[in-house]
């Protein structure tokens, strides 16, 4: 306990002497962890826009026309029993030309002449959000298509494959750039950590001579870099805090447009800032104090 209290009082005496050294890497660390965390928001926010896009995909499945009401019920089971299917729907022959009347409005006098109902009974089908992924589509399709009784299947491919590209260019946008803050916070810290060391050489050469372990040294220096990290942390919560109420309750009064968008800022983020800080500025201090030989 001796020793943590010595090791605390240590690192807080550094954070005031070397001040402006600790401000410029707090202020460092904190422009990247908001960097991170507001690209981690924008593609939170764009998922959720693009999963509820995805929530209103659906799969018309069109039924032969020699498909009789046995063969209608049979599919209607199979579909509400397969547990990747959200929903289902059937059409009938005449509800569908009675869809296509009404589509047409006032037009609709050209079906006065057709005598059969040429329209096929059909599925209306929708997949459960985890499940909309273009291969997994594909390869639902070709087992539909199998199926007695079904005819054709129409969904749009196109539109789904941009869906899930877009999704994964975001995933893979946060995780590079998080990466690449990461090590740009443990270099940060791991230099400004050298720069103590050196400065407090001969206070640790007197500690040496007085029997001070390794760990003993080490600590001061662990606890500042976590000091310094939890001070980003909590600069760049504040500036988030900033930036989402201007643009929720401020930027509105410019651009209206923007109070239609529903922006998602879940309040753990506040909490995992600071945290995420120690962490990776405690990384960054950890390999700098292992890597000098004293």
Do not use: C
Request: charge should be positive; hydrophobic fraction near 50%; glycine fraction near 4%.
């Amino acid at each position: 306990m001796k020793t943590f209290m010595f090791s605390l009082d240590t690192a807080l005496k550094s954070l005031w002497q070397e001040k402006w050294i600790n401000f410029l890497t707090i202020l460092s660390v904190a422009t990247g962890l908001l960097i991170l965390s507001i690209f981690s928001v924008i593609s939170l926010n764009a998922d959720a826009v693009v999963k509820r896009w995805a929530s209103e995909f659906g799969m018309i499945i069109y039924l032969d026309d020699s498909a009789d009401r046995t063969t209608e019920e049979r599919l209607q089971r199979e579909f509400t029993n397969d547990p990747d299917i959200a929903q289902v729907k059937f059409i009938s022959k005449n509800e569908a030309m009675k869809d296509l009347q009404n589509t047409l409005g006032e037009n609709s006098s050209i079906l006065e002449h057709v005598d059969e109902n040429p329209l096929p009974a059909s599925f209306e089908i929708s997949f459960k959000n985890k499940n909309l992924d273009s291969l997994y589509v594909k390869k639902k399709t070709a087992l539909i298509e199998k199926m007695s009784g079904v005819t054709d299947i129409q969904y749009a491919e196109k539109w789904l494959s941009s869906l899930s590209i877009v999704s994964a260019l975001l995933k893979a946008g946060v995780i590079i750039l998080g990466s690449a803050i990461v090590i740009a916070i443990v270099f940060i810290t791991y230099n400004t950590i050298k720069i103590f060391f050196y400065r407090r050489r001969s206070e640790i050469e007197t500690l040496k001579l007085l029997g001070a372990t390794r760990t003993f040294i080490r600590l001061p220096f662990l606890l500042e870099a976590i000091f310094i990290g939890m001070a980003a942390g909590l600069l760049s919560a504040a500036a988030l805090f900033g930036i989402h109420f201007f643009v929720t309750n401020k930027l509105p009064n410019f651009l209206p447009a923007v109070s239609m968008l529903k922006i998602i800022l879940p309040a753990v983020v506040y909490l995992i800032l600071p945290l995420a800080g120690a962490a990776v500025s405690f990384t960054g201090s950890f390999i700098a104090v292992g890597k000098i030989r004293y």
